[in-house]
């Protein structure tokens, strides 16, 4: 009988350290999933800083070769070609939200 009551007490605390090895590891996986939609948010936000930033260098270089050169015509054509594609985009973005 001691043996048998001993097996069981045995068993009992290993299904409770099983159960608490389950819990701990469910917590750290909700963790990581937390953890990893926060730097997919990043991501995206960093994403879309680094293309905004972009048009707007192209802006200023473009501002900069078409001052020198002292061609406005153009420099309006290619301004409007750029704001025309930004309302694109934009209009793109407000329809996936």
Same mark, same amino acid.
Do not use: P, W, Y
């Given at each position: 009988?001691?043996?048998? &009551?001993?097996?069981?007490?045995?068993?009992? +605390?290993?299904?409770?350290?099983?159960?608490? @090895?389950?819990?701990? +590891?469910?917590?750290?996986?909700?963790?990581?999933?937390?953890?990893?939609?926060?730097? &997919? &948010?990043?991501?995206?936000?960093? &994403?879309?800083?680094? #293309? #905004? +930033?972009? @048009?707007? #260098?192209?802006?200023?270089?473009?501002?900069?070769?078409?001052?020198?050169?002292?061609?406005?015509?153009?420099?309006? +054509?290619? !301004?409007?070609?750029? !704001?025309?594609? !930004?309302?694109?985009?934009? @209009?793109?973005?407000?329809?996936?939200?």
């Amino acid at each position: 009988m001691f043996d048998f &009551e001993t097996s069981v007490t045995s068993i009992e +605390l290993k299904t409770r350290q099983l159960a608490d @090895e389950v819990a701990r +590891l469910r917590r750290q996986v909700s963790e990581a999933d937390d953890r990893c939609h926060a730097l &997919e &948010e990043a991501l995206k936000d960093k &994403e879309i800083l680094i #293309n #905004n +930033l972009k @048009e707007e #260098n192209k802006l200023v270089k473009l501002g900069n070769r078409l001052s020198e050169k002292g061609e406005t015509a153009e420099l309006k +054509l290619k !301004i409007n070609q750029m !704001i025309r594609a !930004i309302d694109k985009s934009l @209009e793109t973005l407000q329809k996936t939200e």
